[in-house]
């Protein structure tokens, strides 16, 4: 039972880090295997939420609290330092997640355009093609 | 305990999720998978204690990118497009029904992942309060924050503050990709817009980049739920402004507030017709926006210089240093909020464009 017990109460571990690695190498096979190019931009979002899932996961200290400070005495505060989990890798990651979806949605506007150009966003079909409309700028 | 329960049901709902997408063909269930996956991934960062950045998944996940997709993959649906033929992009793909990836990728995929996997054996297990991260800078910032900044998030102190040419990095790089994508589309060729829709020559509006919405049509016309979610603009819009302006004090601040806020502009456009969204803020208003976000960033940081202190550096601005920093946040913040508001804005329309310009037979109720 103790064993057990043993094993559930150190269960983490390492095992965020497997799954953000398993989710990488998700997102790395549907960029590599998808001739879809929509798929293929939803498989660099995966990639890159692995990356922000690792960061998350060495910030979390065990029995950790949000990092929002409570409004106690500052001469008491130094004792429940230690129980704050780590702000830096959340203020990283927070401003990479609203770059990510405005890179997204510059893929997403070369998606469009290279559909008008191609009239498909299938990789195969556009290898095959020539360009169907060539392009005007104004 | 239940922690540990919790964080590893998660990562096995993850990890599901991300197999389905990957097996997935149809480019609409693959839309509607990742924002299944966004869901899940914050529910993790929730209990990995990092709630700005749960908020910001959630804001961006539910609200922004599944409308962009959607957007472009809807495209597909324009009678202009299917004259050439196989255009749908469920359709195109010789293989649509669900698949597993190919062997190749796999094994490539494998071998990358079993050497990751091999590294992590020196990292820090999970939550261990002796790992190297919690030493070097993570102190300074919990210990100190609250004398030197004076506000309770911790994480914002961090973001706006001790980072904050970091953070005017971010926002330039959120402007600069908004404008990428108005260049991208805003200067489309689109015989349609110019001859067919608006009855307007070629050759007059050449020079000039097209009106990015010039119809009266509502994207979504089914009266139950226009009737319902135009009451929830307001509430959305409300909810942004607190996120705001509280985001000293929880979670929160100017990129959660600027996704909130855009949503809930977005939401009306999909419901009101174009001219009452033009009525509410007009395209130049929104590109204006994209430029003064970034630019009241950076002159609170040349301000900073003509007080006395270095670029950002807050502490100058008024008489005592936290009621400096919390002046310069403040300011900055605000920057953050209208630029990314701006940003995801003009995505939308941009994106929208042609579905604004369509007749109303496209859209039934």
């Known amino acids: ?138 | 305990m239940i922690n540990t329960v919790v964080d590893i049901g998660l990562l096995g709902l993850l990890l599901a999720t991300a197999l389905l997408m990957m097996r997935s063909q149809s480019p609409l269930s693959i839309t509607i998978l990742s924002s299944i996956y966004s869901l899940i991934i914050c529910a993790l960062f929730v209990v990995l204690d990092a709630v700005d950045v749960a908020f910001t998944e959630a804001a961006v996940g539910a609200g922004i990118s599944s409308v962009l997709f959607v957007a472009v993959i809807r495209h597909d649906d324009e009678p202009s497009n299917n004259k050439r033929g196989n255009n749908k992009l469920g359709n195109d793909a010789p293989e649509l029904k669900s698949a597993w990836p190919s062997g190749l990728s796999i094994c490539l995929g494998l071998a990358l992942g079993i050497l990751l996997i091999s590294g992590t054996a020196d990292m820090p297990l999970y939550g261990d309060p002796a790992a190297a991260i919690h030493h070097y800078l993570a102190p300074r910032f919990l210990g100190q924050s609250g004398a030197e900044i004076g506000i309770p998030n911790v994480v914002t102190s961090v973001l706006a503050s001790y980072r904050g040419y970091d953070t005017l990095g971010e926002v330039v790089v959120i402007f600069t990709a908004g404008m990428a994508v108005l260049l991208l589309l805003a200067f489309m060729p689109d015989q349609k817009i110019k001859s067919e829709v608006e009855g307007v020559s070629t050759t007059k509006r050449r020079g000039k980049p097209p009106r990015l919405w010039s119809r009266r049509t509502p994207l979504i016309a089914n009266p139950v739920l226009k009737t319902v979610l135009l009451r929830f603009v307001p509430i959305v819009i409300l909810f942004a402004l607190y996120v705001q302006f509280h985001g000293d004090y929880g979670p929160g601040g100017g990129f959660q507030a600027g996704i909130i806020f855009g949503v809930g502009l977005i939401t009306f456009g999909l419901l009101a017709d174009s001219e009452k969204l033009q009525n509410v803020i007009s395209e130049r208003m929104v590109i204006s926006g994209m430029a003064f976000g970034v630019l009241l960033y950076g002159a609170v940081g040349v301000a900073a210089l003509f007080f006395g202190g270095n670029f950002l550096d807050y502490s100058v601005l008024s008489e005592s240093q936290t009621a400096g920093q919390h002046l310069g946040i403040f300011l900055i913040e605000l920057g953050v909020g209208i630029t990314v508001a701006s940003t995801m804005l003009s995505l939308f329309i941009s994106f929208h464009r042609r579905h604004f310009n369509q007749s109303q037979d496209e859209f039934p109720g």
């Not at chain 1, 780590?86 to 401003?95: K, Q, R, S």
Request: charge should be neutral.
């Open chain 1, 1 to 138: 039972m103790s064993s057990v017990e043993a094993w559930f109460g150190a269960l983490p571990g390492l095992l965020n880090y497997w799954v953000a690695i398993i989710l990488l190498v998700c997102g790395l096979i549907i960029v590599m295997d998808s001739r879809n190019l929509i798929k293929k931009l939803i498989g660099l979002n995966i990639f890159q939420s692995a990356v922000f899932l690792l960061f998350i996961t060495m910030g979390k200290v065990s029995q950790g609290h949000p990092p929002i400070l409570p409004s106690i005495p500052r001469s008491i505060m130094p004792a429940a330092i230690s129980n704050f989990s780590n702000p830096l890798p959340h203020a990283l990651i927070l401003t990479a997640i609203v770059v990510g979806v405005a890179t997204t949605a510059v893929g997403l506007a070369l998606i469009v355009r290279i559909r008008r150009a191609y009239g498909t966003i299938h990789e195969d079909q556009i290898a095959d093609k020539p360009e169907v409309e060539p392009e005007i700028m104004p």
